[in-house]
């Protein structure tokens, strides 16, 4: 198994989703695709990037910040960071991508889906993510995805970087530190 992916795998990786979701989706119609926060947003704009190249010209884009909706929340520590949610979209009856770089467990989509239902009902919700790596705790499946990586150990974690809140675009995977 490959343990690293640089900035043309990423490039490579973000044209199939959008291969993806063009295939699954009329690019004439609306569509909302809205990210959940920090890579899931940064994925989101990228990916709305590639389907107006591909003729998609009425997506709506959306931030979902979960924080407050995570079922860990108290383990985060005595003040989580929320950032704001950003869904000055009409979400009602039009079809959802919703965004996020990795898939491990499932509680961050289960949060973020719990987050929406306070904004609005969406005609359907196609969940998009980077990386599988398998280890559901809920049962929860991409839609559409990129890289599967099958069931890691839970000794491994999967980092994805994007130059925009990052040095370079890569996804590595790494043995994860020991918690004190």
Not at 100 to 107: C, E, P, Y
Not at 135 to 157: N, T
């Amino acid at each position: 198994m490959r343990s690293s992916y640089d900035a043309s795998d990423v490039s490579e990786f973000i044209e199939s989703l959008a291969r993806q979701v063009a295939a699954g989706f009329d690019g004439g119609k609306p569509i909302n695709v809205v990210g959940i926060r920090t890579r899931g947003e940064t994925l989101a704009e990228r990916l709305s990037l590639a389907l107006r190249g591909r003729g998609f010209n009425q997506i709506g884009r959306g931030v979902l910040d979960i924080t407050l909706y995570r079922d860990d929340l108290s383990e985060i520590g005595p003040r989580p960071m929320v950032r704001p949610t950003v869904l000055t979209i009409d979400i009602d009856r039009r079809p959802m991508i919703l965004v996020d770089d990795v898939l491990f467990t499932g509680r961050t989509v289960r949060a973020a889906l719990h987050a929406l239902s306070d904004y609005g009902r969406p005609s359907v919700i196609r969940l998009l993510t980077l990386v599988d790596r398998g280890g559901r705790e809920l049962p929860i499946a991409a839609d559409f995805c990129s890289l599967r990586l099958g069931d890691l150990s839970r000794d491994l974690k999967v980092k994805v970087q994007f130059t925009e809140n990052d040095p370079h675009d890569a996804i590595t995977i790494e043995p994860r530190k020991p918690t004190a």
